[in-house]
């Protein structure tokens, strides 16, 4: 059954609001990530060769993360233009 374009228009906004939520949490991940990995990587004798940590597994992982951040925040916006392109053929033929 279809619903009036109101109604599939507040799920969208309410779609929009969910999205923003997740990606600003995505984002703030990856300030997380990259602000540790700053400060392991920080100074001459970094806390990261104290540790004996690899700074490859640093970027391997900010790289990871930041790939994920990216695909989310694509789909999220085709969904987007996915729904948004039904309402409209649903008004053209009204």
């Known amino acids: 059954m279809n619903t009036t ?29 990259l602000t540790g990995a700053f400060r392991l990587l920080d100074g001459k004798q970094s806390m990261l060769a104290a540790l004996q940590g690899n700074p490859e597994d640093i970027q391997v992982y900010i790289l990871k993360l930041l790939g994920q951040v990216r695909v989310m925040v694509s789909e999220g916006y085709d969904n987007l233009k996915t729904d948004i392109q039904i309402i409209v053929q649903q008004l053209e033929k009204v």
């Open 5 to 33: 374009p109101e109604v599939q228009f507040a799920k969208i906004i309410e779609g929009i609001d969910q999205k923003a939520r997740f990606s600003e949490e995505a984002f703030e991940k990856l300030l997380v990530a």
